[in-house]
């Protein structure tokens, strides 16, 4: 399974992102940081500048997107395990062969009250949502 992860930056974000490529490159390899801080680029990003939010980045990246998974990262979420989702995530891909695959995510609007159906839950605590956070 071939994952192409992406993560957008914006102002104020560089460090983040900065220590997110660098733990998503151990992993992943390759990875796409779409840019929209014109003060900290890259010559390897893709610096769309301060125009381009959330859905221009979305869809600079999915022009980008050469793969089988689609991984997005937003510049200020932050994860210790990039490992452990990946492997969770080929592993349940082979279970339930699902579409979208998004981590319950703390502080967000986007929660499991708004966001599960009312299907019973899957094995190992999993979730049929209507619309994950997009983090």
Known sequence: MNFHPFI????GQYQKTL????????????VTV????????????????????FT?????ALNLFEGDVFF?????????????LKAQAEE????YRWGVYAPNVDFTEWGPRRTNLVY????????????????
């Open 8 to 11: 957008f930056n914006w102002k």
């Open 19 to 30: 220590e997110t490529e660098k733990q998503l490159s151990k992993v992943f390899g390759r």
């Open 34 to 53: 779409i840019n929209s801080d014109e003060e900290n680029t890259h010559p390897h990003w893709d610096n769309v500048g301060d125009s381009y939010w």
């Open 56 to 60: 221009n980045q979305f869809m600079r």
């Open 72 to 84: 997005h990262v937003q510049a200020d979420a932050t994860y210790t395990d990039w490992e452990g």
């Open 92 to 95: 349940d891909f082979e279970k």
């Open 120 to 135: 019973p839950k899957l094995p190992d605590n999993r979730s049929i949502v209507a619309c994950p956070d997009c983090t």
